[in-house]
T-cell receptor, first 112, second 112 residues
Framework: DAGVIQSPRHEVTEMGQEVTLRCKPI?????LFWYRQTMMRGLELLIYFNNNVPIDDSGMPEDRFSAKMPNASFSTLKIQPSEPRDSAVYFCASSLITSEQFFGPGTRLTVL | KQEVTQIPAALSVPEGENLVLNCSFTDSAIYNLQWFRQDPGKGLTSLLL?????REQTSGRLNASLDKSSGRSTLYIAASQPGDSATYLCAATSDSWGKLQFGAGTQVVVTP
């Protein structure tokens, strides 16, 4: 298996622009998680899905953030409009529910 | 709310010495606990998953123990090598959905 796939790996954008991050989970996994990692706050869970349904989005920092999972093999995290404080590494992870989570390589986002 | 703490934040050992990494959590009602490794600029690699019913889990030179009553987990790495240099994170799952709460990590340097 190719593991969790994320794209793009790096994204540089200007404040106010829309950013879309993409994730393909491991085939057969039914849970998908979006995390954000910063030096100040460490790893934070933003939102997670089970069987394509959002379960808990309480970690999403603001209404500027939204996430979708239209099918079992694809999810997006969108930031609109982006701000410099959104600069971070965004990780996607997948698992079978309550089992080992496998992380993607991350997307390093820089908002100027 | 589950809180996960890792002390010390950084650790340096000479090659060949055994590594002992500590993780403590506040809520003993966990489903499982997972240990990860993160190399600089990279994603998280899962090392071991301990289910709440288990006391320990082993993989090669790695051994992780879990003591729910004291709220502690320990990761042992035998005969450390320079390639073991990385940040090690532990994360606890306290709900049935697999939501992980991460510690801040311990940065390990193994000197030749």
């Amino acid at each position: 298996d190719a593991g969790v796939i994320q794209s793009p790996r790096h994204e540089v954008t200007e404040m106010g622009q829309e950013v879309t991050l993409r994730c393909k989970p491991i085939s057969g996994h039914n849970s998908l998680f979006w995390y954000r990692q910063t030096m100040m706050r460490g790893l934070e869970l933003l939102i997670y899905f089970n069987n394509n349904v959002p379960i808990d989005d309480s970690g999403m920092p603001e209404d500027r953030f939204s996430a979708k999972m239209p099918n079992a093999s694809f999810s997006t995290l969108k930031i609109q409009p982006s701000e410099p404080r959104d600069s971070a590494v965004y990780f996607c992870a997948s698992s079978l529910i309550t089992s080992e989570q496998f992380f993607g390589p991350g997307t390093r986002l820089t908002v100027l | 709310k589950q809180e996960v703490t890792q002390i010390p934040a950084a650790l340096s050992v000479p090659e060949g010495e055994n590594l002992v990494l500590n993780c403590s959590f506040t809520d003993s009602a966990i489903y499982n606990l997972q240990w990860f490794r993160q190399d600089p600029g990279k994603g998280l690699t899962s090392l071991l998953l301990i289910q709440s019913s288990q006391r320990e889990q082993t993989s090669g030179r790695l051994n992780a123990s879990l003591d729910k009553s004291s709220g502690r987990s320990t990761l042992y790495i035998a005969a450390s090598q320079p390639g073991d240099s990385a940040t090690y994170l532990c994360a606890a799952t306290s709900d049935s959905w697999g939501k992980l709460q991460f510690g801040a990590g311990t940065q390990v340097v193994v000197t030749p």
